[in-house]
């Protein structure tokens, strides 16, 4: 929609520069019709500008030679010669061949205009800004426009009332195209005077429409003063885009449809009694000048509203559309994190239900027995270790539930973790329970990593536990070595002398935990059978890298 609307603006202004200028002897070689025909077809060369911006390009360059293209429809396709292709180093070299072409067009220009006129005052002033500003600045300015999406990680600050420095910089260069656009126009004598009511001097004349072009640069602040200064100073003798770029600006970013409709109003009334005073002051009665006011009001009023509530509308459209797609997101954030925690409620609801219940059954079995033992010493020891045992899993297990009703915002609470100075506790339960087990501590002693340590007990602690389940009261030894950057860990159990009794569940992950555990530090991890009979485990932990310093874990 945006390129149909381009074709036909672009299209349209061409087609009224070459009507107003078919009886003047240009440097077009071309007769009218085929000068227009020329024209429409160049527009609707914009059509393809995403797609093939080079040869779009050059083909506008083309229609520049030969007169039958304006320099809006140049300022188009240069545009999209910088947005729009893949190589930067084609898209600057056909940025150097478009200004090379220009400058004899605008040397051609300059014979034609400047050198009829009386005064060299003023042909120094015409030719100095036709071939200093105009000729340069009219490619110069919508190629940096066109470079402004691939500098957008550059630009995304924002700055003074603009949000971004992308916004800045393209509306610095829109109002430098709008200067360089109505000084050349006024400083050449093409514009007819056909906008406004008063004539003044060149000078005066070139000076208004640069001020005007630079009022541009508050299009977004404040649109409707914009535009509003904009038609007093074209009525006064100022030349430039800034009246449709103003009525765009508050279409687009304005909040008050009434002094839009008064802009509008304002505008058309300006346009029609200039024009209408210009040429009853020359004694001109044209019937066709009717047509040029129409079509006047219609590109310069009608069309840029049209766009300003096109592009605003979509603006708006973009904004709810990106808060819609944020809310979602957040509301998916929030419906994840419920089923999370939800899932954990049950998972510590069935841990509760099930493994505490037997472990709290268990020990009350455990006091029972030892109350009811008697002058049996030994059982009573053993009612009371599986006592102390079974407390000790409850108090564990009720951590690890604490932890799983924790919201994620929620610290959970510290508790003391195993060392290596536990060790000597941990063989004395299993010898309670009727394994022959012995610690050798051999090295030099010293503080080493927690986690190397947690994980050394660990290592310890689960291949005891598979000597209760699997060996019965095979004899076991535990061996912990100092090494200067390690720790190694080994637990060898011999075959047992009899049938273990009933075997006891297992998940079987936990040497494949240990595995797991040490590979994470960087250590080694073994587990099998002996040559002789019984198992061995051994892990090789590294202490160099780890720090000493810590506390308590979850």
């Known amino acids: 929609m945006l390129d149909v609307l381009i074709v036909l603006g672009c299209g349209g202004f061409d087609t009224l520069l070459a009507y107003e200028s078919r009886d003047e002897s240009g440097y077009t070689p071309l007769p009218w019709e085929v000068a227009s025909a020329l024209t429409a077809l160049v527009a609707l060369a914009l059509l393809a500008r995403r797609r093939h911006p080079l040869p779009v390009t050059l083909l506008v360059l083309a229609g520049i030679v030969l007169g039958t293209t304006s320099a809006v429809t140049l300022a188009a396709a240069v545009y999209a010669l910088a947005k729009y292709t893949p190589r930067m180093a084609r898209a600057f070299l056909i940025f150097l061949v478009t200004i090379l072409v220009l400058v004899p067009v605008g040397a051609l220009e300059l014979s034609r205009g400047v050198l009829a006129r009386e005064s060299f005052g003023e042909a120094l002033i015409v030719g100095g800004v036709l071939t200093g500003l105009m000729t340069f600045m009219l490619v110069g300015v919508p190629f940096v426009i066109g470079l402004c999406p691939r500098w957008w990680p550059l630009l995304s600050r924002r700055v003074l009332w603009w949000e971004t420095r992308t916004s800045m910089l393209f509306d610095v260069c829109v109002a430098l195209f709008a200067v360089v656009i109505g000084m050349a126009v006024s400083a050449a004598g093409d514009r007819g005077d056909a906008w406004a009511l008063l004539s003044p001097p060149l000078p005066l004349s070139v000076v208004l429409s640069g001020l005007t072009g630079l009022l541009l640069v508050l299009r977004r602040r404040n649109p409707a003063a914009v535009t509003a200064a904009g038609i007093v100073l074209e009525l006064f003798g100022g030349t430039g885009f800034t009246v449709p770029i103003g009525l765009y600006s508050h279409a687009k970013y304005g909040r008050s449809q009434r002094v839009l409709v008064g802009l509008v109003a304002a505008a058309v009334a300006g346009v029609a009694a200039g024009y209408a005073v210009s040429r009853l002051a020359r004694g001109e009665h044209r019937p066709q000048d009717l047509v040029l006011v129409v079509f006047g009001i219609g590109f310069f009023v009608v069309m840029p509203v049209l766009l300003g509530m096109y592009a605003g509308a979509r603006l708006s459209l973009i904004e709810s559309l990106r808060e819609k797609a944020e809310r979602l997101e957040r509301e998916q954030h929030l419906l994840a994190d419920r089923a999370r925690m939800e899932e954990r409620a049950r998972i510590a609801r069935e841990?509760?239900?099930?493994?505490?219940?037997?472990?709290?059954?268990?020990?009350?079995h455990a006091g029972a027995l030892e109350v009811s033992a008697g002058d049996d010493e030994r059982a009573a020891k053993t009612a009371e270790l599986i006592g102390q045992i079974g407390r000790q899993a409850l108090d564990e297990l009720r951590q690890v539930l604490g932890v799983l009703r924790l919201n994620e915002s929620e610290e959970a609470p510290l508790a003391p973790q195993p060392?290596?100075?536990?060790?000597?506790?941990?063989?004395?339960?299993?010898?309670?329970?009727?394994?022959?087990?012995?610690l050798h501590v051999t090295g030099e002693h010293r503080a080493v990593g927690k986690t190397a340590e947690r994980t050394a007990y660990r290592v310890v602690q689960e291949a005891l536990t598979n000597v209760h389940k699997h060996a019965g009261n095979a004899a076991t030894r535990v061996w912990l070595r100092y090494l200067p950057d390690a720790l190694q860990v080994t637990v060898e159990n011999e075959a047992p002398s009899r049938c273990p009794g009933p075997t006891l569940p297992s998940g079987g992950h936990g040497l494949v935990g240990l595995r797991e555990r040490v590979t994470v530090l960087g250590g080694t991890f073994e587990a099998g059978p002996r040559p002789g009979g019984g198992f061995r485990v051994a892990a090789l932990i590294p202490t160099g890298l780890i720090p000493t310093g810590g506390g308590s874990v979850n």
């Open 419 to 438: 060392t290596l100075d536990d060790l000597a506790k941990l063989v004395d339960q299993s010898r309670a329970a009727g394994v022959p087990v012995t």
């Open 351 to 364: 841990m509760h239900d099930v493994v505490a219940h037997r472990v709290s059954l268990m020990v009350v």
